[in-house]
């Protein structure tokens, strides 16, 4: 069997070394227009911190694919033709699949900002190896930059501009920062601990012009509100998209919604085409459309997907969702899905609990929501926690009280450093007893 | 590489293999080759009031491992194992390899380092050496290597000795922190490892043996005797002059600081042994790895953390010396040192297991099974 991978990413990656685990005999070729190798695009930030070189990021020894006989070739997928089982590239290599794994990917979110289109340099992003390079060389110490947009990579992007000595603005859409996962307390601990390390955050502000000079180079950003931000360096991060333009025009395009339509198997709507990873657009029968955007959701997928490509009958739900970043110092962890994305108080539906402690003088904080009696969500800022565990409650339906209870079982923290859970449990205390109704516990 | 100030620019060279870190390499093999083959330094300890050359090498050592732990404990305040670990490793060198020996000299005693033990200090189980210790000591040589290594080393790991305890791990884990990384992670130097560090265990072994032989045998094989006292000789001379100290240290800026430790060593072989038998573990949070390579990158024995990480595997390797750098520096919290009982490893492993299937097939159901 022959099989073709477009996109040598996590979602590509883990598929290709599955599919050779699980059928010795397969021909496996990965094409990527990217890079040469995999590697992990989560850590880009730590090439640029130089903490890590560019070859520490990938993380197989390149010998790796020659060893498991995964072949890799260079260049952008121009066309597919399910017809014929083939694709062929821009550099007009044409290959014959019996099955095609699509895994392309997310690529940036392109805002509708006035004078975006003229920007020629000081655009940097941190979604590919190009991206990298371009930070590289877009970056100037003592100079002013400002970051677009509220999420995971906007603050990867200032705290990389920050440490190549940047003045660096935050320039935040939403009330506060990250509002999808984060309620308003914890995005101020958040936004103190970028304040501390000299981050200019403005939150509620829309970009809405750009300002370059004569060679295209960007010089200034408007909102808005009224405000002006001299830069030299423009972080764009609003999102990510499933990269999936070129199937557009391709001689038979596969089903696109969002993302790429796929069912609970990872197959398209062209015989032998799958797709898998932050590309995909999960249709699952009774559920809403699905596009997991993560780095664990992709590795899952790609793995999936690799099992459904040899026949497996798979049927893929996602499951319970849990996710981990780092913001500057402060480490978070995830888990469950919280009832409201934006919890301000009042507006939690009933029967909602939403337990919030934030350790005094500390950067550290635990939100934990049940609901209908059983715990639900957990949003842990500054401590080390085994997301395991909180799945398993999650999924046996433990009360907040028995949760708060055996709290201590999850943590995950450094031998003499665990989180002395004593103040949390004692502010649980005295919540449950004054406040069981549906409501927040002060900070 | 983005690299503004001299700063900057100097830091990232004298701690990547530029031309400082090559200045700096050079220094270090000069001042070890004066040290052990000269007596240059002599006067200048006895116009310090040091004594002997080897007093002023044990203050600069303390001083450098003094100033190094300083500097970690700024640098790690938040990570209480850093913390506690670092003042352990100070201590242990202030106390028992620097004063305490220079204090049994001036009550008369032999000059004796407490936190040395066998194998990486063989006079300390050389009959012509220990047999002349007052009793005490002797029961310290003999109790310290045939108990409380093995037995601590089943219950913590190799690290109680080898980054609490002993001063070649002290002086990596402190003066060496800033070139860690540069240990290599290649499968070539792991197949030279395994091979270097059990030759010289079976060279150490093979000796303390023949110095038993021979003074058991006293005057009666004068061959035996003489073969002993040259195999003594050239022991010394490669592996604890040459291998622990000029190339150990020497290399510090160019391969990291374990070098010493990780291919050498012969009670880092010898605690290997015991950790993997033992409790001690690396215990992986399963799917939580982004692959960032962090962990392996900062470890300074070459292990190739991130593969056990992203494949969800807790492991336990003979050369970790549970400095528990690699959980500090992950970003994703997803390492964690522990010391797991055997019962305990065993249900975990039965739990792992049901998980990794879990995990595997996560939020799928597969019909076909």
């Not at chain 2, 242990?92 to 990486?120: I, K």
Request: one cysteine or more; a positive charge.
């Amino acid at each position: 069997m022959n099989y073709a991978i477009v996109g040598n990413g996590v979602a590509g990656i883990t598929a290709a070394l599955d599919l050779r685990q699980r059928d010795p005999r397969a021909e496996i070729t990965v094409i990527s227009a990217e890079s040469d190798y995999f590697f992990s695009r989560t850590a880009l930030m730590y090439s640029f911190m130089d903490r890590l070189t560019r070859r520490d990021l990938e993380p197989y020894e390149r010998g790796v694919y020659d060893a498991q006989r995964i072949r890799r070739v260079r260049g952008w997928a121009q066309d597919l033709d399910a017809k014929s089982c083939t694709l062929t590239l821009d550099n007009g290599q044409t290959f014959s699949w019996d099955r095609l794994l699509l895994a392309t990917g997310s690529r940036p979110r392109r805002p509708e900002w006035q004078g975006l289109d003229h920007a020629r340099s000081g655009l940097v992003n941190f979604v590919s190896l190009q991206d990298l390079d371009a930070c590289e060389a877009a970056v100037r110490r003592g100079q002013r930059a400002v970051v677009v947009g509220g999420g995971l990579i906007g603050i990867e992007l200032v705290e990389c501009l920050r440490w190549a000595g940047m003045e660096v603005t935050f320039l935040i859409r939403e009330p506060w920062y990250w509002p999808v996962a984060l309620s308003e307390a914890e995005s101020a601990m958040v936004i103190e601990h970028m304040r501390h390390h000299g981050v200019n955050v403005v939150a509620g502000e829309v970009v809405a012009t750009v300002e370059t000079d004569s060679h295209g180079a960007v010089t200034a950003v408007s909102t808005a509100q009224g405000s002006r931000y001299e830069c030299s360096t423009l972080g764009v991060s609003i999102g990510v998209e499933p990269a999936l333009d070129w199937l557009r025009n391709v001689s038979t395009p596969p089903r696109l919604g969002r993302g790429i339509v796929v069912d609970a198997g990872f197959h398209t709507s062209l015989p032998g085409v799958f797709a898998a990873g932050d590309c995909a657009e999960l249709q699952l029968p009774g559920s809403a459309p699905i596009v997991e955007q993560i780095w664990y959701s992709a590795k899952r997928q790609g793995r999936l997907a690799a099992r459904s490509m040899l026949g497996e009958r798979i049927q893929y739900a996602p499951p319970v969702f849990f996710n981990s970043s780092k913001f500057f110092e402060i480490e978070y962890t995830t888990v469950g899905r919280f009832p409201n994305s934006i919890p301000a108080r009042g507006q939690i539906s009933e029967g909602t609990l939403v337990f919030y402690f934030r350790y005094p003088g500390q950067d550290i904080s635990i939100r934990i929501a049940g609901q209908g009696g059983a715990v639900q969500a957990f949003n842990m800022l500054g401590s080390r926690w085994d997301h395991n565990q909180f799945e398993r409650w999650i999924e046996q339906r433990r009360s907040l009280d028995d949760v708060m209870d055996r709290l201590h079982q999850a943590q995950f923290d450094v031998e003499f450093g665990r989180l002395d859970l004593a103040p949390a449990r004692t502010a649980f205390k005295q919540w449950r007893a004054a406040n069981p109704a549906s409501v927040e516990a002060p900070a | 590489m983005i690299r503004q100030t001299l700063r900057d620019r100097f830091a990232h060279d004298i701690t990547n293999r530029g031309v400082t870190a090559w200045l700096v390499s050079a220094c270090l093999f000069a001042f070890y080759l004066i040290l052990y083959f000269t007596e240059w330094f002599t006067p200048v300890a006895r116009a310090l009031h040091l004594g002997s050359k080897w007093t002023l090498y044990g203050t600069l050592y303390t001083l450098a491992i003094l100033t190094g732990g300083g500097f970690m404990l700024r640098r790690y305040a938040h990570n209480r194992y850093q913390v506690i670990r670092t003042i352990c490793v100070m201590c242990s060198q202030v106390l028992f390899a620097y004063s305490l020996p220079q204090f049994l000299v001036f009550l008369r005693q032999p000059e004796y380092y407490f936190s040395y033990l066998w194998p990486l200090k063989l006079d300390y189980l050389n009959p012509n050496y220990l047999f002349h210790l007052p009793l005490p000591f002797i029961l310290w040589s003999m109790l310290g290597s045939f108990l409380l290594v093995p037995v601590l080393g089943i219950f913590f790991g190799k690290r109680w000795y080898c980054s609490w305890v002993c001063g070649c791990g002290g002086l990596a884990n402190t003066f060496g922190e800033p070139w860690r990384h540069l240990s290599s992670k290649s499968t070539k130097s792991w197949k030279f490892e395994r091979v270097s560090i059990y030759t010289v265990l079976g060279l150490a072994i093979v000796l303390t043996a023949l110095m038993f032989v021979s003074y058991a045998a006293g005057g009666a094989n004068p061959r035996l005797a003489a073969f002993t006292v040259n195999y003594q000789t050239w022991y010394g001379l490669i592996v604890a002059s040459m291998l622990a100290g000029v190339v150990g240290v020497g290399l510090y800026p160019i391969n990291g600081t374990r070098v010493w430790c990780r291919f050498f060593c012969p009670m880092a072989a010898l605690l290997g042994i015991v950790q993997k038998a033992g409790r001690y573990r690396i215990t992986v949070k399963d799917d939580m790895c982004i692959s960032c390579g962090l962990c392996s990158k900062y470890c300074e024995m070459g292990i190739d953390v991130r593969s056990y990480a992203q494949s969800n595997e807790s492991f336990t390797r003979a050369s970790c010396v549970g400095c528990g750098l690699c959980a500090e520096v992950c970003p994703r919290g997803v390492l964690r040192l522990e010391n797991v009982t055997r019962q305990a490893r065993q249900m975990q492993l039965v739990q792992i297991r049901g998980i990794q299937a879990d995990s595997e097939c996560r939020g799928a159901t597969m019909e076909s099974i």
